[in-house]
């Protein structure tokens, strides 16, 4: 193979490889869930005005579907059930913010949520209420969230299992961020860390303040 081949293979791998990218470009920049979706168009509850971009993860324009349809709307006073004693509560005697997370010990993001959800619950106790809750679950399937960080969680009430499931997405962990009046400022589906949820409470009870 003498020099001019070379250098024309060369040339054909360079050219190869810019047509590859270039595909790759323009199939990512025309596919609509890795398009930029700005705050405006998340929560219809922030201003305007409010020039923040959500960088990874408000991409997906399902979620924006589930956000528009439920966002601004009442959740509902639930009854949800504490494990251990079986006590009963009312969601709106809290009468603070409260963050629902649904989750499952089966769910590997809902394991790994554990340790940022509890770090930033214990930041700002006394302000918000997160409130996990899942399916009633057996003995072992507890020691699955305990011997993991999380010993505090409850369970849903099975006379409300229609209104639950209507929030309950297919992908968990699914937050559900309420204020103190009940209704839905904002929802967040899949993997979460403390940077993330840090903006998720911002986003919710300070943006548009």
């Known amino acids: 193979m003498n020099k001019k081949q070379i250098v024309f293979i060369i040339f054909a791998i360079i050219i190869l490889i810019t047509?590859?990218?270039?595909?790759?470009?323009?199939k990512n920049k025309n596919n609509p869930n890795t398009e930029e979706i700005s705050i405006s168009d998340y929560n219809p509850i922030i201003s305007e005005k409010l020039n923040y971009t959500l960088i990874n993860f408000y991409k997906d324009k399902d979620m924006i579907q589930i956000a528009q349809k439920y966002i601004g709307k009442e959740y509902g006073n639930i009854t949800y059930i504490d494990r251990i004693s079986a006590n009963k509560y009312k969601l709106y005697d809290l009468k603070k913010p409260v963050i629902i997370e649904y989750i499952d010990p089966h769910c590997t993001a809902c394991i790994n949520a554990i340790e940022p959800v509890e770090k930033i619950r214990e930041k700002y106790k006394?302000?918000?209420?997160?409130?996990?809750?899942?399916?009633?679950?057996?003995t072992s399937e507890e020691s699955i969230f305990e011997q993991n960080g999380l010993t505090e969680f409850y369970y849903f009430d099975s006379t409300e299992t229609e209104k639950i499931n209507?929030?309950?997405?297919?992908?968990?962990?699914?937050?559900?961020?309420?204020?103190?009046?009940g209704n839905i400022r904002l929802?967040?589906?899949?993997?979460?860390?403390?940077?993330?949820?840090?903006?998720?409470?911002?986003?919710?009870?300070e943006a548009d303040k």
């Open 126 to 138: 006394g302000i918000y209420t997160f409130i996990p809750i899942t399916d009633k679950l057996s």
């Open 19 to 26: 047509l590859i990218c270039t595909v790759f470009l323009l």
């Open 166 to 181: 209507d929030y309950h997405q297919s992908a968990i962990p699914f937050f559900i961020f309420l204020d103190e009046t």
């Open 187 to 205: 929802i967040h589906r899949g993997d979460v860390s403390e940077d993330i949820l840090e903006g998720l409470l911002y986003i919710a009870y």
